[in-house]
């Protein structure tokens, strides 16, 4: 009993509170309805107001991203696990999003637990993209797959600016390196219906 919740009022377990958001995609598409397409993420610098980007926007650009990712290569499926190696921004979010439109699954990438923690990730969820918001993070998991520690690598997507010499360095590896503007663009002109 000290486990349940409150808006329970019944011994079996709640698996979902309203009938239209049993999944995360249909709590983002109910967010989207109920806010009347209202402020969705906000973000700031420092020292800064916060801006906002709409319920549309990220919706938008979640579609956008996710038929990209569909474009090269990547299934509709919940075998198809995505890396998302960065820190809490609106672009981490919309990369979720992107991944709940079509049915893939996102998994955090984190190296708090030490450098070998980013190869057991990849290599036990059998990922083959991951997104990343740094340049310095797209480098790490370069190194491993140059140390061929994650033979299965093949995309990362970043966030942030990068040099010319990342993508070569990929290249010679094998893996694709991509702006996430990219991949959103591919994504707006071959546009996937959500699955």
Not at 41 to 65: I, N
Not at 90 to 105: D, G, K, N, R
């Amino acid at each position: 009993g000290a486990r349940r919740s409150v808006i329970g009022d019944s011994p079996q377990l709640l698996t979902h509170y309203y009938d239209d958001a049993r999944t995360m995609y249909e709590v983002f598409r109910r967010g989207f309805s109920i806010s009347e397409n209202g402020p969705c993420l906000g973000f700031r610098k420092p020292k800064q107001p916060y801006q906002w980007l709409s319920y549309k926007e990220v919706a938008e650009r979640a579609e956008a991203l996710g038929s990209g990712l569909l474009q090269q290569g990547c299934k509709p499926s919940t075998k198809q696990f995505i890396g998302v190696f960065a820190q809490n921004r609106p672009e981490w979010i919309i990369s979720e999003l992107a991944c709940y439109t079509y049915s893939m699954v996102v998994v955090p990438l984190y190296d708090t637990l030490g450098p070998g923690a980013i190869r057991y990730i990849v290599n036990t969820a059998d990922i083959s993209t991951v997104i990343c918001d740094k340049p310095e993070k797209a480098r790490i998991l370069l190194d491993h797959v140059e140390r061929k520690e994650t033979p299965g690598l093949r995309s990362i997507i970043l966030m942030d600016p990068f040099e010319k010499e990342l993508t070569e360095r990929g290249k010679s590896c094998g893996v694709r390196i991509q702006t996430m503007q990219e991949v959103e663009d591919c994504g707006r002109e071959n546009r996937h219906v959500p699955v």
